[in-house]
């Protein structure tokens, strides 16, 4: 049964009350633990007041449904993020840090603070000038250490495709929002370079990453929230660049999504879902990866690049995901932030926690899912 748009916006207000209020979780985290980090037990990414990419994800779905209302009830909020981060002072520079950037671009004008537009600008351009590249140009994978807010993580001639959602849609937004030829064609290189690395093309999907160092794509898993930062990505890119994209590269960029779709219908588990490992049914079911990929096929249905018979799928993830908030909002079943990995069994021992991302992504889905 298709959701209703009453139910709809029930689970979305509990939703939105616990992603502005979504604390810290009590355990104890020892940074030195490597066992400890690479299930996911990060500090900085619980939470919703520090600045990463956790915190990033989860503004860009509040600014979505703003948008939706187009009423600025979320501006004190907003104000009251951006304004608290900067009397702290913002952490390194890196691709990680770059995705609070993304709902700021769209933020500037309504929360009418010239340093916010200033702030953006230094990071596109930053992007451009000074951010590592692996071979052939593309952003390497830099991160912010841990705990160490001005410390990076290298991740030397590393690409991973988490790098799309963080910093080239924001990249892509800059470019359009100030005619800036040489944001939109670095950002629409860094969309290319990313699918020809990381793209799979016997099987439609996407590797987490590539090395050029190791010349491989680590364990060539075909992570599900990795493949969703495209899903939900390459439709995001498409809007901002309307009229402007070369024919060619966009409908490259379409052939690529729809394959990446119909690989992953079939990879639908029975509930909605789809695995954290998407190959794995033995894999848990995760959430944030799913909800941000049926947000890009329902906005790929609504902008006429995908036909109605794929709404049946997305119908069905709509229902899994108001199944996963629970009582108090809080969306179930979302893993934790997600190191790259060499086997199946990294993703599969990534912690189940409540993200800033995992209310966003299901945030936007269920937006997406209004009619």
């Known amino acids: 049964m298709k959701a209703t748009n009453d139910l709809l916006l029930q689970k979305i207000n509990l939703l939105v009350d616990k992603l502005m209020n979504l604390g810290v979780p009590d355990c104890k985290?020892?940074?030195?633990?490597?066992?400890?980090?690479?299930?996911?037990?990060?500090?900085?990414?619980?939470?919703?007041?520090?600045?990463?990419?956790?915190?990033?994800?989860g503004l860009y779905g509040l600014q979505k449904l703003e948008d939706f209302y187009k009423d600025?009830?979320?501006?004190?909020?907003?104000?009251?993020?951006?304004?608290?981060?900067?009397?702290?002072?913002?952490?390194?520079?890196?691709?990680?840090?770059?995705?609070?950037?993304?709902?700021?671009?769209?933020?500037?004008?309504?929360?009418?603070n010239p340093i916010y537009e200033r702030l953006c600008m230094e990071r596109a351009k930053w992007l451009i000038n000074d951010l590592p590249r692996t071979k052939e140009g593309a952003f390497q994978h830099v991160t912010s250490a841990i705990g160490n807010r001005q410390g990076v993580h290298l991740n030397e001639s590393?690409?991973?495709?988490?790098?799309?959602?963080?910093?080239?849609?924001?990249?892509?937004?800059?470019?359009?929002?100030?005619?800036?030829?040489?944001?939109?064609s670095e950002a629409t290189h860094q969309m290319l370079i990313h699918i020809k690395y990381l793209y799979e093309k016997k099987t439609g999907l996407f590797y987490h990453g590539w090395s050029f160092n190791e010349n491989s794509n680590f364990g060539e898993i075909f992570w599900c929230r990795g493949n969703s930062w495209f899903t939900f990505g390459i439709i995001d890119f498409l809007e901002t660049s309307k009229a402007t994209l070369d024919i060619g590269i966009k409908k490259y960029l379409l052939d690529t999504f729809k394959a990446q779709v119909n690989a992953l219908i079939k990879l639908q588990a029975?509930?909605?879902?789809?695995?954290?490992?998407?190959?794995?049914?033995?894999?848990?079911?995760?959430?944030?990866?799913?909800?941000?990929?049926?947000?890009?096929?329902?906005?790929?249905?609504?902008s006429g690049y995908l036909d109605d018979s794929y709404q049946t799928y997305a119908d069905k993830a709509i229902e899994a995901i108001c199944q996963n908030i629970d009582t108090d909002g809080t969306v179930l079943?979302?893993?934790?932030?997600?190191?790259?990995?060499?086997?199946?069994?990294?993703?599969?021992?990534?912690?189940?926690?409540?993200?800033?991302?995992?209310?966003?992504?299901a945030l936007s889905a269920l937006c997406e899912a209004l009619v």
């Open 270 to 302: 029975p509930s909605g879902l789809w695995h954290t490992v998407l190959t794995d049914n033995t894999s848990y079911e995760e959430v944030s990866g799913s909800a941000a990929i049926v947000t890009g096929i329902l906005k790929a249905i609504k």
């Open 29 to 57: 985290t020892d940074i030195t633990n490597k066992a400890e980090l690479s299930k996911g037990l990060i500090p900085r990414d619980f939470g919703i007041k520090e600045w990463d990419w956790p915190q990033g994800v």
């Open 72 to 112: 600025g009830r979320y501006h004190d909020f907003f104000q009251d993020w951006y304004q608290s981060n900067l009397e702290i002072g913002l952490p390194s520079k890196n691709v990680n840090t770059t995705a609070p950037f993304l709902p700021l671009v769209d933020l500037c004008n309504e929360l009418n």
């Open 333 to 361: 079943n979302v893993s934790a932030g997600t190191g790259m990995g060499y086997d199946a069994n990294h993703y599969k021992n990534i912690i189940i926690a409540p993200m800033a991302y995992g209310q966003s992504l």
């Open 158 to 184: 590393e690409m991973w495709i988490d790098t799309i959602f963080m910093t080239v849609l924001f990249l892509n937004k800059m470019g359009h929002k100030y005619n800036r030829q040489d944001f939109i």
